[in-house]
Nanobody, 125 residues
Framework: VQLQASGGGLVQAGGSLRLSCAAS????????MGWFRQAPGKEREFVAS????????TYADSVKGRFTISRDNAKNTVFLQMNSLKPEDTAVYYC???????????????????WGQGTRVTVSS
């Protein structure tokens, strides 16, 4: 599967952005999807994940209550709605697909089989 992330940009603190990740292929609903981010000089870290059927989600503590992950399997797309953005949310955001048969939360990079190219989010103070 090929993944194309979009929606990044420059936003002021307190603002919102909605990231999208479009996937190729006809079996999108069989993939659990995740969002990760990587800030300059830091390791890539987990942000949120969602099960293939969209019923179960998992969030990093740092984004709980501010970010929402969702998916539209009819459109082969996963979204990350980011509200109340903070300067520390500045990073390149990556979407990823996990082909495992069962959803386990997907908080580790090694859970994922496919990665998108990333979209940059910059939050100014």
């Amino acid at each position: 599967v090929q993944l194309q992330a979009s929606g990044g940009g420059l936003v002021q603190a307190g603002g919102s952005l909605r990231l999208s990740c479009a996937a190729s292929g006809r079996t999108f609903s069989s993939y659990h999807m995740g969002w990760f981010r990587q800030a300059p000089g830091k390791e890539r870290e987990f942000v949120a994940s969602i099960s293939g059927n969209g019923y179960i989600t998992t969030y990093a503590d740092s984004v709980k209550g501010r970010f929402t992950i969702s998916r539209d399997n009819a459109k082969n797309t996963v979204f990350l709605q980011m509200n109340s953005l903070k300067p520390e949310d500045t990073a390149v955001y990556y979407c990823a697909a996990d082909k495992a048969p069962y959803y386990t939360g997907g908080t580790y990079l090694s859970n994922y089989d496919y990665w998108g190219q990333g979209t940059r989010v910059t939050v100014s103070s």
